[in-house]
């Protein structure tokens, strides 16, 4: 049976192979720089995305193509541009956050708290997507149609992502134990987000990604059987009945429940010398994303998913896409502000990734609040400029996702 993911495989997975070229940095005078951080002086930002991301991506595009962060930077009294770099995958954008390449960066849970508990000069600062929907599929025809149907099975994932700890947490609920030995499952690794829409040889069922699980449905290559939001997919067929959308009575015992199986959230993470130095230019980052999503609740679904129809990115017809859009977390709260209960992902999952020896222990609560302590005064003041959502919608309870105080209250979180 496979082994739970160490330290090595993860670096070999996410390590260098990207430096070079990918992480060359932007010419000319920058945040970071000597010459940076002057009300009024003339300096470029630099950003650095994943064209395989979801929500995240008409987010940026609306804000790349309206200049919402100039535009925030001249209410601010900053002559300031933003600079797009497109990267593979959160390892290569958490290296050049590291090494300076770039200011700010959107990555994934794990790189995020991999760089926590290196102590690496980065802080989180907003929600770049959340909630995204994960699938448990499987190639067309198979004979997997309930969650039991997966004991005995080789299942192909991308290790030490969100995708093995969706699945993790979802056996832990269903079957009471997330190991793979006691289920008799065998975890294939897999590279690429394009091999969970089309299966390798061998591959009994996958775990993907919506925008990949959707793109192997229209092509024929894969059915749905169970999602991260506790429900059941297309394919499913057992004693609950037939078809998607009927809850599964397991996800009631999830610590994440009513969200899912799993919380999940990915983060805009910004450099130290970048808060310390240029205080305003985080600022008008963080108004430029929440003027960007709700640019984006104005419009009708299926024109925000246009924004990401092309193959670099979801590669969907906007019909189809939009609902990537409508699942995600920022659409459904309509801001991007972070809680402590997103905040949770990252000390939750610490736990796992400590499990697996990708980090030598958990995160505590204190080490989360050390990292963000510095970046709240700032987010608060990006919040009170925007007016919106009113203070009570960060700790309400009618809602389908886990929320609480928001990050400028975080001496008020229950570290717990």
Not at 272 to 291: G, Y
Not at 393 to 416: C, K, M, N, S, V
Request: contains cysteine; proline residues 6%; hydrophobic residues 40%.
């Amino acid at each position: 049976m496979s082994r739970r993911l160490t330290r090595r495989d993860f670096i070999r997975i996410t390590g260098g192979s990207f430096a070079g070229a990918a992480l060359l940095g932007s010419a000319g005078c920058v945040f970071g720089s000597d010459q940076g951080g002057g009300s009024g002086a003339a300096n470029t930002i630099r950003l650095g995305r994943i064209p395989a991301a979801q929500a995240m991506i008409p987010i940026t595009e609306v804000m790349r193509e309206e200049g919402l962060i100039e535009q925030a930077g001249e209410e601010l009294g900053l002559d300031i541009t933003a600079e797009w770099q497109d990267f593979p995958q959160g390892g290569a954008v958490r290296q050049a956050l590291t090494s300076g390449q770039i200011d700010l960066g959107t990555v994934g849970n794990t790189p995020t708290l991999i760089g926590i508990a290196q102590n690496e000069p980065i802080r989180i600062l907003s929600m770049a997507e959340g909630r995204v929907k994960f699938v448990v599929a499987m190639p067309a025809d198979s004979p997997i149609r309930t969650p039991e149907d997966l004991q005995n099975k080789r299942v192909g994932l991308i290790q030490a992502s969100d995708l093995q700890f969706f699945f993790d947490l979802t056996l832990n609920s269903l079957f009471g134990t997330p190991s793979y030995d006691e289920l008799g499952i065998e975890v294939v690794g897999l590279e690429t987000l394009s091999q969970t829409a089309s299966p390798p040889g061998g591959i009994e069922a996958v775990v993907a990604t919506e925008t990949s699980y959707l793109q192997g449905q229209l092509d024929g290559l894969i059915e749905g059987l169970l999602n991260s939001y506790g429900f059941t997919e297309d394919y499913y067929a057992g004693p609950l009945g037939e078809g998607a959308r009927i809850q599964l009575p397991a996800v009631q015992d999830s610590p994440y429940y009513p969200e899912g199986f799993y919380l999940h959230r990915n983060f805009w993470l910004v450099t130290e010398s970048m808060v310390d130095e240029n205080p305003d230019a985080v600022v008008a980052f963080l108004i430029a994303e929440q003027r960007a999503v709700e640019r984006l609740q104005d419009m009708n679904p299926t024109r925000v998913a246009a924004l990401a129809q092309n193959q670099e990115y979801w590669n969907l017809d906007p019909e189809v896409g939009q609902q990537i859009w409508l699942n995600d977390l920022t659409h459904l709260r309509g801001w991007p502000w972070l809680t402590r209960g997103d905040l949770r992902a990252v000390v939750d999952q610490s736990e796992l990734a400590a499990q697996s020896d990708l980090i030598d222990s958990a995160l505590s609560w204190d080490r989360v609040i050390e990292n963000i302590s510095p970046v709240a005064p700032l987010a608060r003041q990006a919040w009170e400029t925007i007016g919106y959502p009113e203070e009570a919608a960060f700790t309400a309870t009618d809602t389908e996702d886990i929320r609480g105080l928001p990050l400028w209250q975080y001496e008020d979180w229950e570290t717990a």
